[in-house]
T-cell receptor
Framework: QQPVQSPQAVILREGEDAVINCSSS?????VHWYRQKHGEAPVFLMI?????EQKGHEKISASFNEKKQQSSLYLTASQLSYSGTYFC????????????FGQGTTLQVKP | DVKVTQSSRYLVKRTGEKVFLECVQD?????MFWYRQDPGLGLRLIYF???????EKGDIPEGYSVSREKKERFSLILESASTNQTSMYLC??????????FGPGTRLTVL
């Protein structure tokens, strides 16, 4: 079962913040966040492996709540370059590298 | 740098044709994956392979088969292409120490 991402789409002005959520009906062992720009391959942003772990990458950070089976991606002081579609991929217990992806959240940052 | 290459960026085929999509990675990764990407549905796993000649079905394997004769190459085969297989196909690979790395994708149109 695919994880569910919310919101489906968001439009921001430069400098504004955004949160993208990823919820799973199954137990989570890892959450991988990717960003894809139009016409390009998804690019890895970060991975979260433990419950309650929070990781950061420039002004983009993420949290992972194992108990609630969800992860959130935080984009702070958004820049035009943040525009794209964000996907969360959830990993199972078998550690095959196989990920099940959410349907994606489209983020548009306007000047 | 990890490199995953796909044989074509764009492909147009006719209904009923046999279609081969090729993917090559140059980082000696054990695991390789084929996803298809459709608007609103995100990335859905078709097949994956965790070793040469080993394969497992993903979530949507119907109408597809795969071949992995060499470690670096993973092929996706559409036995008899249909219009509902028009999509973006993404190949990925991983060594399990990192998140999957994606190729640029092949946009397939079946007429």
């Amino acid at each position: 079962q695919q994880p569910v991402q919310s919101p489906q789409a968001v439009i921001l002005r430069e400098g504004e913040d955004a949160v993208i959520n990823c919820s799973s009906s199954k137990a989570l062992y890892s959450v991988h966040w990717y960003r894809q720009k139009h016409g390009e391959a998804p690019v890895f942003l970060m991975i979260l492996l433990k419950g309650g772990e929070q990781k950061g990458h420039e002004k983009i950070s993420a949290s992972f709540n194992e108990k609630k089976q969800q992860s959130s991606l935080y984009l702070t002081a958004s820049q035009l370059s943040y525009s794209g579609t964000y996907f969360c991929g959830t990993g199972g217990s078998s550690n095959t590298g196989k990920l099940i992806f959410g349907q994606g959240t489209t983020l548009q940052v306007k000047p | 740098d990890v490199k995953v290459t796909q044989s074509s960026r764009y492909l147009v085929k006719r209904t009923g044709e046999k279609v081969f999509l090729e993917c090559v990675q140059d980082m000696d990764h054990e695991n390789m994956f084929w996803y298809r990407q459709d608007p609103g549905l995100g990335l859905r796993l078709i097949y994956f392979s965790y070793d040469v000649k080993m394969k497992e079905k993903g979530d949507i394997p119907e109408g597809y088969s795969v071949s992995r004769e060499k470690k670096e190459r993973f092929s996706l085969i559409l036995e008899s292409a249909s219009t509902n297989q028009t999509s973006m196909y993404l190949c990925a690979s991983t060594d399990l120490a990192s998140s999957p790395f994606f190729g640029p994708g092949t946009r397939l149109t079946v007429l």
